[in-house]
């Protein structure tokens, strides 16, 4: 009784804004323009983003305006749902806010690793995240070498992982990206455990869990196909948590002679059971990932309504249609086919 007293009407707020959400037939539909004008005329109308639209005349919109205002309307939401939370439920929304942090710290290594170019939509995301975060932005952008970009971090939680690897020899992106990557799902899985008990944790482990063993196994595969790295290599590149994969998947996996082996011993394993009698596949698992992570984050605010789920749930939709919207975007402004742009927002 008292989550659905303290749940009551955020549920309510968010299931109005779940209802703006784009349709599988708006995605049809606008992958079929041949202009990003057109596109943003269709966006224009549709209920998530008419307000964003309302004084721009969108016929003289370029992409990277259009895709400014789909970001902003992500921010938006957010910032929506915080205001009408409680204190409890923002904490859940503090931990949330790590993905949208760790994001911008990974495109701001970007650009100073490669010299420099500008951080996308800067304004907004300057705007949006200086709210809710300890970051100094204007210090980080104006960064140009990778030391001075870490020595901006200090004082924040990003600072210590981060700042080990300028001990080591020519680091490189892949190597900063893995550190965050890491520090990021440890603490995400440590802090829910913390601000979370019973059917609340319990949901959030099963969408965090499956994040973590979906990543996992991408980077197994991945690893193996395309790096032919030892097996020592790869357990340390793994996020040292497991949710439904077992320590003997793992190993199996980690240890697989070739692909073929690979492709047997993910067969065994949880995922693969949930997905038939869809075949799941190492060539497969990048396909199937937003699906797969999509299909249980509505599983567990469908079973528990009255709980963090069902933000977790929005806030993982809306991320995942700004994806979609802005690699259709990309997609129409190189005049692709409409099948083939459908092919790149459904995986």
């Known amino acids: 009784m008292s989550n659905l007293l303290a749940y009551s009407g955020i549920t309510a707020k968010i299931r109005a804004m ?46 990277g305006q259009i895709e400014r205002l789909i970001h902003l309307s992500l921010y938006k939401d957010f910032t929506k749902i915080y205001k009408f939370s409680n204190p409890k439920q923002r904490k859940f929304l503090h931990l949330y806010f790590m993905r949208y942090e760790a994001s911008l710290l990974k495109t701001c290594m970007r650009a100073v690793l490669s010299g420099g170019i500008d951080v996308p939509h800067k304004d907004i995301v300057k705007q949006f995240l200086e709210h809710y975060s300890s970051i100094d932005m204007d210090q980080l952008f104006a960064a140009h070498t990778i030391e001075e970009f870490i020595a901006c971090l200090k004082g924040t939680e990003y600072y210590k992982p981060l700042s080990k690897l300028l001990n080591i020899a020519n680091p490189t992106l892949f190597d900063y990206e893995m550190t965050l990557d890491l520090y990021y799902f440890s603490q995400i899985w440590k ?5 979370l008990k019973g059917k609340e944790l319990k949901s959030l482990s099963a969408s965090f869990g499956s994040k973590i063993d979906m990543l996992n196994l991408q980077w197994i595969y991945r690893s193996k196909k395309y790096y032919r790295m030892s097996s020592a ?10 949710y439904k994969l077992k320590k003997h998947d793992l190993i199996r ?12 011993n993910l067969s065994g394993t949880y995922y693969a059971k949930i997905l038939l009698p869809e075949v799941l ?67």
């Open 281 to 347: 596949t190492g060539e497969s698992l990048e396909h199937i990932y937003n699906r797969l992570l999509d299909k249980i984050n509505q599983t567990s605010a469908k079973m528990n309504p009255y709980s963090v789920a069902t933000i977790n749930m929005y806030l993982t939709r809306k991320d995942h249609e700004v994806n979609r919207i802005t690699t259709a975007l990309e997609c129409i402004r190189y005049g692709l086919d409409s099948n083939e742009t459908l092919k790149y927002i459904t995986n």
């Open 18 to 63: 779940e209802g703006k959400l784009l349709t599988e037939n708006d995605y049809k539909e606008l992958v079929s323009f041949r202009s990003v004008n057109e596109a943003a005329s269709f966006l224009k109308n549709k209920p998530a983003y008419k307000e964003l639209f309302s004084d721009l005349d969108e016929s003289r919109l370029h992409r």
């Open 253 to 264: 996996l980690v240890e697989s002679a070739s692909i073929e082996d690979f492709n047997l």
């Open 233 to 242: 290599d790869i357990y340390a590149l793994l996020i040292p948590i497991s």
């Open 191 to 195: 802090s829910s455990q913390e601000i």
